[in-house]
């Protein structure tokens, strides 16, 4: 049933938009709240009633900022003008140096101003709107075609969904930065450790995590802010500065860069960068540079740009955060391939806004050169990542209690021996059954490169692997929900859901299977090329090391370990027992039309008793782009002959085909192929 909407209901439901809109200005925007929580929530709950009722809905209704379903994957968005990077200065000097260049291209009656603002760190996103609306939101990607984030974008509550209060072009695109505050940042990585989930990097990449999410209540959920810094296309507004711009955008209720400020020659820029650099600590956003731009849009249009950045913009670049603190202990962890690496455990310090409290000391190598010792004050350097680096010791406030940390001979989470290969410097732990390995390997195998099982992170699986549970990655797929109602941390729901996110890891493609099972040495790279070669996974069991070395881009190390990995049978039956299991692995990457491979266009012969079964050198020259025929003709481009060889040598003389052996071939594949290989 419809129900027509009475003027004064519609007249209410008009107001109530605004007064939400604006009160979502003044909060997210200007960070100056006039309204109550309580009274917010109240007019909202009121809309959203009315609206229900009704049915009529406004396009900028903040009711429409949440609530739409997951994706499966994002859609492409081009972009109209390209989205470019940034030129790089390093020092005044450099600075100076940009300014000579813009004023050598330009004429000596331009007026060069220019305009300087923090760079943001986050991810640059294009806003389209169209007749004032918003109709689009999409990443960089590229620079020419990005992801379509519009479902995400709109729970931003920074970003207006109508333009108001101004000149209201037809279309305007306009760039900005997403990004997260620090403290946002610290709370969300807080809340992440708790639910035994990996913590972001940074801010940057917390930002960039939140909008590439499929499900926009995962977006919404985290608070993610913007400033806009830039236009793409535009019909229908007519401006004629980047300050203008600034401008325009700070009426349209957009939020606009902290500390923007225009600068009337390169000194005045120089001593706006030193500021913004000077104040950046007490920034409650990561910057680690100032963007500085020609102001006159005439004036950016003759400069032009070079093939991915504009001539008229360069971003200076701040020294990385540093402070110095003491190391209050090292102690160590070990991989999923039994390296033991050190880490520094530091009396906490905040370095450029975040809180540090341990660094990894890399190895014992980096600790004898450096000379590092527990009791040391040391300088730490912190470069956009919360991973800090421990730059130098302070030896001058050395007091003689400082103590050296030997180099350890048992593994610190199993007790068992320890060795250190020639030319290596990782000290590794050799038990096959160190429960650290282990469960560093299953932590491994679930993430978010690897199977994917969301809810499955470090804390339960040590959860499951203390409760035995899990003893090896296969048993994930074991795990019944009874098994978790019994644990302390799961109730119905979070039961149901890891248990649902199980059964949707099981599809899988082969190259982010063979990445989860950490093989040694292959990497998610190395996986996609194993599988653009292999059909399936049962074409690796047993294979050898030479026939992966023929392979593009592989190398001795990787072959060794791939084919260790697949002649060991108790892989084999891992594998096996996980294929029952219900794992179903498809192979998306295999490429059954021959690129331009090595041999392309050869014809093979084989006779004679090969080093091989014929099989598989067959299967290797097909790889190549080649073609194994059985009977020498005219048309064979070389015999490949072995011991005691037959008839079809004679033929072969006899019509001059090139006789070649084993070795010869593998010499062709490798000679023509120039690729580089792995390891
Ligand atoms: S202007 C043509 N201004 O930095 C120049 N970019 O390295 C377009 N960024 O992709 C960018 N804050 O994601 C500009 N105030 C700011 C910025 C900013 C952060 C990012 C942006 C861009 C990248 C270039």
């Known amino acids: 049933m419809t129900h027509t909407v009475p003027t004064e209901i519609m007249k209410e439901i008009e107001g109530l938009v605004k007064e939400l809109n604006y009160n979502a200005y003044l909060y997210y925007v200007l960070d100056s709240p006039v309204m109550a929580d309580a009274d917010y929530d109240k007019s909202y709950r009121r809309l959203r009633d009315l609206e229900e009722h009704y049915h009529y809905i406004l396009p900028d209704s903040p009711t429409q900022r949440v609530g739409a379903p997951a994706l499966e994957k994002f859609a492409k968005v081009k972009h109209e003008e390209p989205m470019l990077s940034l030129d790089n200065a390093f020092s005044p000097d450099e600075l100076r140096e940009f300014d000579k260049r813009n004023r050598k291209l330009l004429s000596p009656d331009d007026v060069l101003e220019y305009t300087v603002e923090p760079k943001y760190d986050g991810l640059a996103m294009e806003l389209i709107y169209i007749d004032g609306v918003l109709t689009s939101a999409s990443t960089r990607g590229d620079g020419y075609e990005g992801e379509d984030v519009t479902r995400n974008i709109r729970t931003i509550k920074a970003i207006p969904l109508k333009i108001e209060n101004s000149t209201v072009p037809a279309r305007v695109d306009i760039r900005g930065e997403v990004y997260m505050q620090i403290a946002d940042f610290e709370a969300l990585n807080l809340q992440r450790a708790k639910d035994g989930e990996p913590p972001f990097a940074n801010p940057r990449n917390a930002a960039a995590g939140s909008i590439r999410q499929l499900d926009p209540s995962i977006t919404a959920s985290r608070r993610l802010l913007l400033a806009c810094y830039g236009l793409g296309f535009a019909k229908g507004l ?46 409650p956003f990561e910057t680690d540079g100032a963007v500085v731009k020609v102001n006159a849009f005439a004036l950016q249009q003759k400069l032009g740009m070079k093939t991915r950045e504009p001539r008229w913009a360069t971003a200076y670049k701040f020294k990385a955060h540093q402070a110095a603190t003491l190391i209050r202990d090292i102690q160590s962890s070990v991989g999923r391939t039994g390296v033991i690496t050190p880490f520094a455990v530091f009396e906490p310090v905040r370095i ?157 493609a082969l190259s982010r299977f063979l990445f989860s099972i950490g093989i040694l040495h292959v990497g998610e790279y190395a996986a996609k090329v194993l599988a653009r070669n292999f059909r399936k996974l049962e074409d690796l069991y047993n294979i050898s090391p030479e026939e992966i070395i023929t ?28 294929v029952k299991l219900g794992i179903i692995i498809t192979n998306p990457d295999y490429e059954t039309e021959k690129t331009a491979g090595p041999l392309d266009g050869m014809t093979f012969v084989i006779t004679g008793s090969m080093p091989k079964p014929r099989k598989e050198i067959e299967t290797l020259i097909e790889k190549h782009g080649g073609h194994a025929a059985s009977a020498v003709s005219k048309s064979t481009s070389y015999l490949l002959t072995g011991d005691d060889p ?25 000679d023509k192929d120039k690729q580089p290989k792995l390891f």
């Open 238 to 283: 007519s401006l004629t500065s980047h300050a203008e711009l600034i401008n325009w955008l700070k009426q349209a209720r957009f939020p606009v860069p902290a500390a923007f400020v225009m600068a009337k020659d390169i000194e005045e820029v120089i001593s706006a960068v030193t500021n913004i650099e000077i104040g950046r600590q007490s920034f």
């Open 352 to 508: 450029g806004g975040v809180t540090v409290s341990r660094s990894t000391l890399h190895n014992w190598d980096e600790i004898q050169r450096k000379d590092i010792r527990i009791g040391d004050t040391v300088l730490v350097e912190r470069a956009g990542d919360v991973i800090p680096h421990v730059i130098a010791v302070l030896t001058e406030k050395r007091t003689g209690a400082e103590q050296v940390v030997p180099l350890p001979v048992v593994c610190p989470a199993c007790g068992a021996g320890v060795v250190r290969e020639e030319g290596e410097v990782a000290v590794r732990c050799i038990s096959l059954h160190c429960p650290a390995q282990v469960q560093e390997k299953i932590i491994h195998f679930s993430s978010r490169g690897g199977m994917d099982i969301e809810g499955l992170g470090e804390k339960n699986v040590e959860l499951f692997y203390s409760r035995g549970l899990i003893k090896h990655f296969e048993d994930i797929y074991r795990l019944k929900k009874e098994d978790l109602l019994e644990l302390p941390r799961f109730a119905e729901k979070s039961a149901d859901n890891l248990i649902a996110a199980i059964g949707k890891s099981k599809q899988a």
């Open 551 to 578: 392979i593009k881009q592989m190398g001795d190390k990787i072959a060794g370990s791939v084919s260790a990995f697949f002649s060991d049978p108790k892989n084999i039956d891992l594998l096996n027992s996980m």
């Open 646 to 670: 037959g008839s079809k040598l004679d033929k072969a003389k006899q019509l001059g085909v090139k006789v070649i052996s084993y070795e010869e071939l593998l010499k062709l594949i490798e």
